[in-house]
């Protein structure tokens, strides 16, 4: 299977809007897109992001009702809840270091500095939500490109009811719901919506200075 | 020049630790790269994501005193304060649709009807900053993607000290500083330091049910 570029993926995403339920997800296509969202980076290497995959009927239709309906869901073979964990540092940080001592990233010593580091940069974190929210979004991006580079399409989604999906699905507080994203084949093309230009988005050197490339060509 | 897959370009990226400074950035390549980025999704297409492009030495001296002297933001040619509108849909609302009603996406009733759930939608948006944030943070992957798939460096920064960073920069308060990116060809080569297993990450079904898929072959 041939696939995309990061230019193409990017160009050819489309928020889906309806998915063709008669077709599946193959299990080991959707372990290696959720693979290669795990290579987002995040402050310390922490790895914040967690995959809650839905996929037996029974819990789409659960994960629908806490959506405001949204047939995507049900239609879609698989949802997946992108959680953002707020506290990897106290769960996960061994294990984390551990791996970068044995690929020879970190000496023994360098180890307990960083650990002391990330622990220290962690305690000063005055928005856990927002600190997790920020690599998580990093990851579902990812997640999303590279479902589009194998074939696969997405819809991100914001419009749920975060009380209700941390009560159906066991969400603890110590984890953000950041967004939903459901994946498996579109059954129709999205015309692309278009998008602002260059000039309205970018600002240079000072917040207000406007962007001084030509919008249409780069200068010579 | 060939570009390269989403799944070479999540492979290859890394946080680079020191970049090249004789080597400047292409001022059409660094277009094409923030282009790209704004290939992101969003909710109503909003794109609240705004690029501030520091590239002059003085003001990426004036940056690096912002983010604890960090060397690498006046080694990279190009350091891109990275924000997150709060309030797109009071300001860029008409333009989005507008395009949209151009482009033969939506009829102008329908254009209607958008814009009044699109005001509605962000009424009912409880955390302005997180909401911003989400997408913001979609874009900035998409931007370090594109930068490597056409052999640029990247560099994701999270230590930085926010209000210094709006007072030198004047980013006014309904813009969130989400992170810094900095962009450049890299000095040296940073070994991967590795990644939790889908086993820790993923969740089946519910919150707490572990992944069933084998962690180094996909199911039969």
Chains 1, 2 share one sequence.
């Not at 061994?94 to 044995?102: C, F």
């Not at 998580?136 to 991100?156: I, R």
Request: proline share 6%.
């Amino acid at each position: 299977m041939s696939e995309l570029t990061v230019s193409k993926a990017l160009e050819r995403r489309r928020a889906t809007r309806h998915f063709d339920p008669s077709r599946p997800l193959d299990e080991a296509l959707l372990k290696r897109i959720l693979s290669l969202a795990t290579q987002a980076p995040s402050g310390f290497n922490l790895q914040p992001w967690r995959f809650l995959v839905v996929r037996s009927a029974r819990n789409r239709e659960k994960l629908r009702a806490c959506a405001y309906g949204q047939a995507k869901i049900t239609e879609a073979p698989v949802a997946v809840i992108v959680l953002g964990h707020k506290q990897p540092h106290l769960s996960h940080l061994d294990a984390i270091v551990d791996t970068q001592v044995r690929l020879g990233v970190l000496t023994p010593e360098q180890a307990a500095e960083w650990k002391g580091r990330a622990r220290a940069g962690m305690g000063r974190q005055q928005n856990l939500t927002l600190w997790a929210t920020r690599s998580t979004m990093l990851a579902a991006m990812a997640l999303m490109l590279a479902a589009e580079s194998l074939g696969v399409q997405s819809a991100p989604m914001e419009g749920f009811d975060e009380e209700k999906v941390r009560a159906a699905f066991g969400v603890p507080d110590d984890h953000a719901v950041c967004c939903l994203v459901c994946l498996g084949h579109a059954a129709s093309t999205k015309p692309f919506p278009g998008r602002l230009g260059l000039n309205d988005v970018c600002h240079e050197e000072h917040f207000g200075q406007p962007w001084t490339l030509g919008e249409e060509e780069g200068p010579s």
